[in-house]
C-alpha cells in the first residue's frame, strides 16, 4: 500500500463537512495485525477495532495547522508515554466525539522509523517538509 | 431486442411508457426525470463494467505520465491500471501518493525511580 486519504474523507471535504483549520483533528497509532486497512471502505473511527488503536494523539493544535494551495500541515505530533503492541500505521481522523461518525482522513502506513515498538516513551511524528506535507487534497 | 420495443410519450403533465402497445409506466412529470436521472446515473455505472478493460489501460497509460485523472473511483480498478502500467513498461507513478512521508522519532523509556524499583 501506500500513504493515502481514505474515500470518505476525501468526500467530507468535498461536500464541506470537514474543515482542515477547524474541526477536531487526531491521530491514532495503529496495530496492523488487529485491522487490514481498507481506504475505500473504512470510514469512521469505529472501522479500526479498538485493540488496533495503540495510542491517540491530542487535538493538532489548530493555531499551527495550515491549508495552503491544497496542501495540509501542522505541527509536529506526539504520542505521550506510549505502550502496547508495535505499530506499523497512522491514521488521521476528525473527531467529532462520537466513534460512529469521526471520520478516518489519512492512512500512513509508510513513515521513517515505522514499524515502531513503543517502549513507554513519547514517540513524536515529525511530518515531510516536502511539497506534500502530511497531505495534498 | 427487448427496449425496442418500448415507446415513451408525455400525456399531458404525465409521461407514459408503452411496451408492446400496452401501459406500463404512467409517472406525473417529476416522477419521470426523477427516473431519467437514476437511469442515467446507473447506465454510465453498467457502461463502466461493460468498458472496464478499456479504462484500466486508459487509466494505465495515464498514471503512467503522472496526470492527475482519474476514469474510476473504484479501487480494484485502479489497482488493476497499476498492473496494467507495469505490463506495459511505463514508468510508474502512483496517483494515490498524496500524503507526505513523516518520520517517526521515538523518545527513550522513562528512566525508572531506583527508589521504586
Redesign the interface.
Known amino acids: 500500500m501506500?500513504?493515502?486519504?481514505y474515500?470518505h474523507g476525501r468526500n467530507e471535504f468535498l461536500v464541506g463537512d470537514l474543515d482542515w483549520l477547524v474541526n477536531d483533528i487526531r491521530m491514532v497509532l495503529m496495530d496492523a495485525d488487529d485491522h487490514t486497512t481498507d481506504?475505500?471502505a473504512d470510514d469512521n473511527l469505529d472501522d479500526i477495532l479498538a485493540a488496533a488503536r495503540v495510542a491517540t494523539s491530542l487535538t493538532f493544535p489548530t493555531g499551527t495547522r495550515t491549508a495552503v494551495a491544497g496542501v495540509a500541515d501542522a505541527a509536529d505530533v506526539t504520542f505521550s508515554?506510549v505502550t502496547g503492541d508495535v505499530s506499523e500505521e497512522?491514521v488521521i481522523y476528525y473527531h467529532t466525539g462520537a466513534e460512529t461518525t469521526s471520520t478516518l482522513v489519512?492512512?500512513?502506513d509508510?513513515?521513517?522509523?515505522?514499524a515502531?515498538t513503543p517502549?513507554?516513551?513519547?514517540?513524536?511524528?515529525?511530518?515531510?517538509s516536502?511539497?506534500?506535507?502530511?497531505?495534498?487534497? | 431486442m427487448g427496449y425496442q420495443r418500448l415507446r415513451v410519450r408525455q400525456h399531458g403533465t404525465h409521461v407514459h411508457v408503452i411496451k408492446d402497445g400496452q401501459l406500463v409506466f404512467d409517472m406525473p412529470w417529476e416522477g419521470a426525470l426523477a427516473l431519467s436521472k437514476a437511469l442515467h446515473i446507473q447506465g454510465k455505472l453498467a457502461e463502466a463494467d461493460a468498458k472496464v478493460q478499456t479504462i484500466i489501460t486508459d487509466q494505465a497509460v495515464l498514471t503512467s505520465i503522472g496526470a492527475p485523472l482519474g476514469l474510476s473511483?473504484n479501487?480494484k480498478v485502479l489497482k488493476e491500471s497499476f498492473k496494467r502500467a507495469q505490463e506495459l513498461k511505463y514508468p510508474q507513478v502512483?496517483i494515490?501518493?498524496?500524503?507526505?512521508?513523516?518520520?517517526?522519532?521515538?523518545?527513550?523509556?522513562?528512566k525508572k525511580d531506583p527508589d521504586n524499583g
Not at chain 1, 2 to 5: C, F, K, P, V
Not at chain 1, 110 to 114: D, K, S, Y
Not at chain 2, 96 to 110: E, K, L, N, R, V
Open positions: 501506500a500513504n493515502a486519504l474515500a481506504q475505500a508515554s497512522l489519512v492512512n500512513i509508510t513513515a521513517t522509523g515505522l515502531v517502549n513507554g516513551g513519547d514517540i513524536t511524528v515529525q511530518w515531510d516536502g511539497a506534500n506535507k502530511i497531505f495534498k487534497l | 473511483n479501487k502512483d494515490d501518493s498524496i500524503a507526505g512521508t513523516p518520520s517517526i522519532i521515538q523518545q527513550p523509556p522513562p
